[in-house]
């Protein structure tokens, strides 16, 4: 009777294990866990960039944005884990909408001016980037000596670096609004980073790795409390009449329909190489990105190294993932960072549990009133859990850049990559003298620079001997 109450319990499979099936009463709180931790950071990307196209040409579409962001993520994340042929390396890895394209994105609305169509060259470039990098995936093996860990490394850090001022912007309310750094907005902001940090430090269990969800929510709350006692409107030094950027817009949530079949194509692709070109470089920095992400997660929740197959599988699954985010109008889908952290921390990494997460994605992308929520999020509440998210990023590049020994050589490939690349991303008036492709591709968020320039220097400076 004990033998075969032993062979259930294997069969069952644990938690730490990322073969088995638990039952799924454990199964699926441990997949909310996941879900809970990147939630708000998969939509957060598409709610950046539709308000930097100018919202008002997204107010019939951002609900279905947001709608398939869920649903694309819960259908890449299974493929992740479960594999369709090469496609998906089969680890422990949450998909979802990458912010790491923000800096390269707002790069490409600024030259394009915007609305719908910037929109749908994104889509477009996209789309062929997505393609491009499951080629760069399946011929992976022989690439990876390119990517050591001060390289991916040095590509986290700067991308976590580039997001920081889009966080702070939304701290303050948006660049866009009449009210932008108010003291209302700053202290909404502040409260919400607050309560954040707190559930982070101060509890345990899911609360703990549900803080920014949780802080989100708190965030709502004192948005629609607010609105029951201050003015929710204001006056511009122009004498126009403005509603003020913490004010919840409910109309949103009851227009919305609690039931919807995802739409198809949302926005129509456009093809302009003014946003190929750079898209796709941004997808080798991406490239760059899951190896690092798979690496560190392996290695934290399995206590060994990745394999080829599965760097390049989950390579090729962030490509095939990005391609068909665009048929539905959704931003690359990438590994999440967040939920490395998570399953180094918590060391689950059981597949079926990961599963049952991704399903719930899925089952949220079919609730458009549940999309409508999020799309209403004020500003300041945003801002309050992106400063966080974004600054998760720098501390998981500095963790993979000290993963080896800080050697001279890796240091000056660290400091020089971020010198020019984070210089150039703050300050892209110093290309102003050079060609329009130079200024395209390294002028935006300095995260392409600094990913150039690092893998440059790996290959040029001599190894140092033991």
Not at 65 to 70: D, E, G, R, T, V
Not at 397 to 407: A, D, F, Y
Request: aromatic share 8%; hydrophobic share 50%; net charge neutral.
């Amino acid at each position: 009777m004990e033998k075969k109450l032993m062979n259930t319990d294997a069969a069952m499979g644990s938690p730490y294990q990322f073969e088995g099936k638990l039952p799924l009463k454990q199964a699926i709180p441990l997949g909310l866990q996941h879900v809970l931790a990147m939630f708000v950071g998969n939509l957060t990307p598409i709610l950046i960039i539709t308000a930097a196209c100018g919202a008002e040409d997204f107010a019939g579409i951002q609900v279905s944005l947001l709608q398939n962001a869920m649903l694309i993520a819960g259908v890449v994340t299974l493929i992740q884990l479960y594999a369709i042929g090469p496609i998906g390396g089969q680890v422990p890895i949450i998909m979802g909408t990458s912010s790491g394209f923000i800096g390269v994105f707002q790069s490409i609305v600024n030259i394009m001016g915007g609305g719908v169509v910037a929109y749908g060259a994104i889509m477009g470039a996209s789309l062929i980037g997505g393609l491009f990098e499951t080629v760069l995936g399946a011929f992976l093996k022989p690439l990876r000596r390119f990517f050591p860990s001060v390289v991916t490394g040095t590509v986290v850090l700067a991308i976590g670096l580039s997001l920081i001022g889009v966080g702070v912007s939304s701290f303050g309310g948006g660049s866009a609004a009449n009210d932008y750094g108010s003291a209302e907005n700053l202290l909404i902001a502040l409260v919400v980073m607050i309560i954040i940090l707190v559930l982070k430090h101060g509890t345990k269990g899911l609360t703990s790795s549900s803080c920014i969800l949780i802080g989100i929510i708190a965030g709502y709350i004192i948005c629609a409390v607010l609105g029951a006692f201050l003015p929710t409107t204001a006056v511009n030094a122009e004498g126009v009449e403005f509603t003020k950027a913490w004010v919840l817009n409910w109309d949103k949530v009851a227009q919305a329909k609690w039931f919807a079949v995802p739409q198809f194509m949302p926005v129509k692709p456009i093809f302009d190489l003014r946003a190929i070109v750079p898209v796709m470089i941004m997808f080798i920095v991406t490239a760059v990105e899951t190896v690092g992400d798979i690496s560190g997660c392996i290695e934290g929740g399995m206590g060994r190294e990745a394999t080829d197959k599965e760097l390049s599988g989950g390579v090729m699954c962030d490509g095939v993932g990005s391609s068909i985010a665009a048929f539905f109008g959704v931003l690359p889908n990438t590994s999440f960072s967040q939920n490395v952290g998570l399953v180094t921390m918590t060391k689950i990494v059981n597949r079926f549990a990961l599963g049952c997460g991704a399903v719930f994605l899925i089952l949220c992308g079919l609730l458009p009133k549940l999309a409508a929520l999020v799309s209403m999020m004020p500003q300041p509440v945003l801002g309050g859990a992106a400063v966080i998210m974004f600054s998760s990023i720098v501390m998981s590049g500095i963790q993979l850049i000290t993963k080896e020994p800080l050697s001279a050589r890796n240091m000056t490939i660290v400091s020089v990559a971020l010198g020019l690349g984070y210089g150039i991303g703050s300050n892209s008036a110093v290309l102003s003298g050079l060609p329009e492709l130079v200024k395209l591709l390294f002028g935006g968020s300095g995260i392409v620079p600094a990913a150039f320039v690092a893998i440059i220097l790996n290959v040029l400076l001599p190894k140092e001997e033991n």
